[in-house]
C-alpha cells in the first residue's frame, strides 16, 4: 500500500504539474473534462470546497452610501444583528441615516431633540402589582465602542425602553400634589406645569418638575368647572359665569371676560381665539389678548356641555342632543348636526370628520364640510363619556365599563373588558391607548391589536380627569380633598 500511495503522489504532482503548465483556455478545457466525469457526491465535496473560497465581504467594496441604502431594507433587530458581524459592518451599521429611519417607521422621530429622555434613567422598582422581573434599562457609555454609538440608534434604544415601560408597569409614582380641599374638577398641562381647577373656587399651578406647588389663583367665586393651558396663558372658566385668564409663570390675573349668565362649563382655547360653552346655551368667542367677546352664538337649547376648536372652526355639543359647527370668523352656525337622542357629552373634530358620543349610548361621525352623517356606531349599552381618534382608531369609554375601538369606516374592531364602573377618561396617542375609570384602575391597550398592556391597579385614589403625554401621566381624583397624581415612566 505505501508503494501504490507514492507511486499516486506522484503521479498526481506530475498532473497538477502539467496543469500549471497549461494555458488558461487549456485549464478550462481541463477543468470541464474532469467536471464532467466528477460523480455527484463528487461535485457536492467540490461545492462545499469552494464556498469559502468565493465567498468575499461586499461591504468593504461598496461605498458608505450604497451600504446604507441595502441596510434600510432591513428591520431594527435584523440591523443590530448586522453590527455584530464585525468591525467594519458596525461602522456601517451605525449611521444616523439608518437609525432615523427606524426612528421614522416608529413614530419616534420627536424624541430626536427631547432632552428628558437623555437624562439617567430612574432605578426605582415598578409600583404595579403587574410588573414583570424585567428591571429599567441602565444606559451607559460603552466607552471600548469606537466610534461610540450614533446620536439616532441612542434615541431609538431610549425611545424603545420607555415604550417597553409603557407596555410592562415599569413606573415611579411621584409626590402626590396636595393642596385643594374639595375635589378636583379641572385638568390640563403644557408639559411645563400642570393647572387644576377646584370646588374650593381655587387654581392651582403646578411645576411638573419640581412636583411643588407656585401659585394658588383664589380670583374665582364658584367652583372651577374647566381649564386650559397654552403658549404660557391659562384659560379658566367657573360656575360664576365668569372667565379668566392668568400667566403662567407668574400668576398674574390678565383679565376677567364676562357675559355668560350660567356656569362656564367647557373651553377650547388656540393661544389667541377663547371659544366657551355655557349652561346659558350659548356659545362665545373671544380675543385673549383684548379681552373682547367676539360673537355671542345662540343655537343650541340646552346646556353647552362639550366644545373643540380647530382654525376657523369650533364644534359644540349640548343636553339638546345636537352639535353646531360654527365659523368663529363670522359667528355663523354653519351646520346643526342631528342625530343622537340624548345629550351630547363629548366631539373630537377636523377639517374632515366631526366624531361624538352620546348619552344615548351612540358614537356618530360627520362630514366637517357638508354636514352630513357619515356613520352611526353602536355597541355600547350605556352614556359615552369620552373619545379620541387618531388617523386610524376611534377610542372611547362608556359607562358600560367597555372601552371599544372602532375604524373610522364605523366598524367595530375590538372591545376591551377591564374596568368595573364607568369609564371616564382615555388618551390615545399613535397606538397606545390609556383608559381610566372607577375603582382605582388605570389600563393601558395596544389599541392596534385589542391587546392588554398593562393594569395599574395600584392608583392611590379614585380618577375622572387625565392627561398624559409620552413619559408622564398626570391624573386627578373626584374624592375631596383633591389630588393630583403623577406617574413617570421614564
Given at each position: ?176 400634589l396636595r393642596g385643594h380641599t374639595k ?283 387625565m392627561w398624559a403625554d409620552d413619559m ?19
Open positions: 500500500p505505501d508503494v501504490m500511495m507514492s507511486g499516486f503522489a506522484g503521479k498526481a504532482e506530475e498532473i497538477v504539474s502539467m496543469f500549471d503548465s497549461f494555458t488558461i483556455e487549456q485549464q478550462n478545457h481541463v477543468l470541464r473534462e474532469l467536471l464532467g466525469r466528477c460523480k455527484p457526491f463528487q461535485l457536492k465535496m467540490l461545492l462545499s470546497e469552494w464556498k469559502p473560497l468565493m465567498a468575499f465581504d461586499f461591504v468593504e467594496c461598496l461605498s458608505k452610501d450604497l451600504t446604507e441604502r441595502i441596510f434600510l431594507w432591513l428591520d431594527e433587530r435584523s440591523l443590530c444583528h448586522v453590527a455584530c458581524c464585525s468591525n467594519l459592518w458596525r461602522k456601517r451599521a451605525n449611521s444616523d441615516v439608518l437609525w432615523k429611519a427606524m426612528c421614522a417607521r416608529k413614530g419616534w422621530l420627536k424624541f430626536g431633540s427631547n432632552k428628558c429622555l437623555f437624562q439617567p434613567v430612574a432605578t426605582t422598582q415598578s409600583l404595579s402589582p403587574t410588573r414583570t422581573s424585567q428591571p429599567f434599562l441602565q444606559f451607559t457609555t460603552a466607552v471600548s465602542l469606537s466610534p461610540a454609538t450614533c446620536h439616532w440608534k441612542n434615541v431609538y434604544m431610549r425611545a424603545h425602553q420607555l415604550d417597553r415601560n409603557w407596555n410592562e408597569g415599569q413606573y415611579t409614582v411621584l409626590p402626590l375635589r378636583v374638577s379641572a385638568l390640563d398641562c403644557d408639559g411645563v406645569y400642570i393647572v387644576s381647577g377646584s370646588s374650593d373656587n381655587s387654581v392651582r399651578i403646578w411645576d411638573l418638575e419640581t412636583h411643588e406647588c407656585s401659585h394658588v389663583l383664589e380670583n374665582h367665586t364658584d367652583e372651577v368647572t374647566c381649564i386650559r393651558i397654552k403658549v404660557g396663558l391659562i384659560v379658566s372658566g367657573s360656575a360664576d359665569g365668569v372667565i379668566r385668564v392668568f400667566n403662567a409663570s407668574t400668576g398674574r390675573l390678565f383679565g376677567e371676560l364676562k357675559g355668560h349668565l350660567s356656569s362656564v362649563d367647557c373651553l377650547a382655547f388656540d393661544g389667541n381665539t377663547i371659544v366657551s360653552g355655557s349652561a346659558d346655551s350659548s356659545v362665545r368667542v373671544w380675543n385673549v389678548h383684548t379681552g373682547q367677546c367676539n360673537y355671542v352664538m345662540r343655537a343650541h337649547t340646552d346646556e353647552v356641555k362639550c366644545i373643540q376648536i380647530i382654525g376657523s372652526l369650533a364644534v359644540s355639543g349640548s343636553w339638546d342632543a345636537t352639535l353646531r359647527v360654527w365659523d368663529i370668523r363670522t359667528g355663523i352656525c354653519r351646520h346643526t348636526l342631528v342625530g343622537h337622542t340624548e345629550a351630547v357629552y363629548c366631539c373630537q373634530f377636523d377639517e374632515e370628520r366631526v366624531v361624538s358620543g352620546s348619552a344615548d349610548a351612540s358614537i356618530c361621525i360627520w362630514d366637517t364640510m357638508s354636514g352630513e352623517m357619515k356613520h352611526t356606531l353602536t355597541g355600547h349599552q350605556a352614556e359615552i363619556y369620552c373619545l379620541q381618534y387618531n388617523l386610524d382608531l376611534i377610542a372611547s369609554g362608556s359607562a358600560d365599563s367597555t372601552v371599544r375601538v372602532w375604524n373610522h369606516q364605523g366598524l367595530c374592531l375590538h372591545v376591551l373588558l377591564q374596568h368595573i364602573g364607568i369609564v371616564r377618561c382615555l388618551q390615545l396617542n399613535r397606538s397606545r391607548l390609556i383608559t381610566g375609570g372607577d375603582r382605582k384602575k388605570i389600563v393601558v391597550w395596544d389599541a392596534e391589536h385589542g391587546k392588554l398592556c398593562n393594569v395599574v391597579h395600584r392608583h392611590p385614589t379614585l380618577l375622572h380627569l408622564r401621566l398626570v391624573t386627578a381624583s373626584p374624592d375631596a380633598p383633591g389630588t393630583l397624581t403623577v406617574l413617570s415612566f421614564w
